[in-house]
């Protein structure tokens, strides 16, 4: 079966092996620009890594809006809590438990994807200066899926004049699908000198490996949604007496595809007291396809300001792909905004932006 749908008048594209039978949906699996703004949904074992008590993230991504009347969006917030764990020595272990929603519209299909997570994790504390800290964790939830089949165009109803006016043959499954879903994270975390991090952590992502196929004759080969590995690491110094460079390397890697990120922030300290500050930065998206191999997708440009312990980032992907050289702008925009709550300044685990 072959659904297609007029995207801005300039071009039609097949749309049932993505929904129906999504060999490659695993390309339209959650992802941020800012991947650090968006730390659960990264790594379960980011849960409850910060210097404080509670933390609230939110992030919207904006895709494809020069090409699509509709663009691609994709929303998550997060809320996360670290406790002490009581004990009688000098380690500071601690517990993290955090909830995240995260939603994916693909609006000129009416294509949606919901998903709420629980995350777990334990903060072991490996010296009793508490500078180094090896975290576990596992992260559950349910996800849901649906599409409505009455708002797309079918081959059959051109009327090989004007438009797409005939009735459609086609027989349609469910719209609607819900599936569990299951990962887990490690992370390394070294403060090795007062405002200087080193962090290592890699996570595993849709462990079931669920079928997500609205059609229930789908083959299992076809239809599941791939497992997806990856692994971060990223570093901040001091340059200067109020400038902090912090260098990142991000690796996913599911089913056929594998993306990489690499690029640094800067964090301009303007006032010590109230935290007030500015971060600029920049990075390469890489990726590689079986078939496609390795090329540059896009470049990453990122502004953010901070004000005592309030975050708000924006960040713009201008797009290197094959797709921009037909002149279709594959741009995407990202807003994030985070808080952490009862802020602790003495060790710093988890890197902003």
Not at 156 to 176: H, I, V
Not at 245 to 264: D, K, W, Y
């Amino acid at each position: 079966m072959h659904v297609f749908v007029r995207l801005s008048g300039t071009f039609l594209i097949l749309f049932a092996d993505l929904v129906l039978l999504p060999t490659h949906l695993e390309a339209q699996d959650r992802h941020f620009s800012q991947f650090y703004a968006s730390p659960l949904t990264m790594n379960p074992a980011m849960t409850g890594a910060y210097d404080g008590k509670f933390r609230i993230a939110g992030i919207y991504r904006d895709q494809w809006r020069p090409a699509l009347e509709r663009p691609f969006t994709t929303i998550s917030t997060a809320l996360d809590f670290r406790f002490k764990v009581p004990n009688v020595s000098q380690y500071k272990d601690a517990i993290g438990v955090g909830l995240i929603f995260y939603k994916d519209e693909v609006r000129n299909f009416d294509f949606t994807s919901n998903e709420i997570n629980l995350s777990l994790a334990y903060h072991k504390a490996l010296n009793f200066k508490n500078t180094q800290f090896l975290s576990a964790a596992i992260q559950g939830g349910i996800a849901q899926r649906n599409i409505n089949f009455n708002n797309q165009t079918f081959q059959d109803q051109f009327n090989q004049k004007d438009g797409y006016t005939f009735p459609t043959a086609e027989t349609f499954p469910g719209n609607n699908i819900a599936f569990g879903d299951l990962s887990v994270g490690v992370n390394y975390s070294w403060t090795y000198q007062k405002n200087s991090l080193l962090q290592i952590g890699g996570a595993m992502h849709h462990i079931l490996e669920p079928n997500i196929a609205f059609f229930d004759e789908a083959s299992s080969e076809k239809s599941i949604l791939y497992r997806r590995y990856q692994v971060h690491t990223a570093m901040i110094f001091p340059i200067a007496p109020k400038a902090y460079l912090s260098p990142r390397l991000h690796v996913i890697q599911q089913g056929p595809h594998t993306e990489i990120n690499a690029g640094s922030n800067v964090r301009f300290l303007a006032n010590d007291y109230t935290r007030v500050a500015i971060h600029t930065g920049a990075w390469a998206s890489v990726v590689r396809d079986v078939e496609a191999g390795m090329a540059l997708e896009s470049a990453t440009l990122f502004f953010g300001l901070e004000y005592n312990g309030i975050l708000l980032g924006m960040s713009y992907d201008a797009g290197i792909s094959e797709i921009n050289s037909l002149g279709y702008k594959r741009g995407a925009f990202e807003i994030s905004m985070g808080y952490v709550g009862e802020y602790e300044d003495d060790v710093v685990q988890c890197p902003t932006f």
